[in-house]
Nanobody, 119 residues
Framework: QVQLVESGGGMVQPGGSLRLSCAAS????????MGWHRQAPGQQRELVAS???????TYSDSAKGRFTISRDNAKNTVYLQMNSLKPEDTAVYYC?????????????WGQGTQVTVSS
């Protein structure tokens, strides 16, 4: 019912920047929270940042001060600006959306986009 499409991933050198985008489509009414998770090889998936419709944001400790999440509610799009990237940021980044109305409550996941930080 909800489709999430990420873009903006790629390879960047340490200290560089990337901006990820995620557009939601389909049954978007009722989406409250959108955000980003990531999963590195051999690691558990972790929350990176999230944003509610009214602009309340949450960041992981590793993301604080370097990453910024933003929303364009009119376009049902969420962004993740990543600065001062480190090799440990290398992971597959997944866009997520929580729908709380107009259907069963559930999370939706994008297909993921690879971010590689390497010299």
């Amino acid at each position: 019912q909800v489709q999430l499409v990420e873009s903006g991933g790629g390879m960047v050198q340490p200290g560089g920047s990337l901006r990820l985008s995620c557009a939601a489509s389909g049954s978007v009414l009722g989406i409250n929270t959108m955000g980003w998770h990531r999963q590195a090889p051999g690691q558990q998936r972790e929350l990176v940042a999230s944003s509610t419709s009214d602009g309340t944001t949450t960041y992981s400790d590793s993301a604080k001060g370097r990453f910024t999440i933003s929303r364009d509610n009119a376009k049902n799009t969420v962004y993740l600006q990543m600065n001062s990237l480190k090799p440990e940021d290398t992971a597959v980044y997944y866009c997520t959306a929580l729908r709380v109305a107009f259907g069963p409550r559930r999370n939706y996941w994008g297909q993921g986009t690879q971010v590689t930080v390497s010299s």
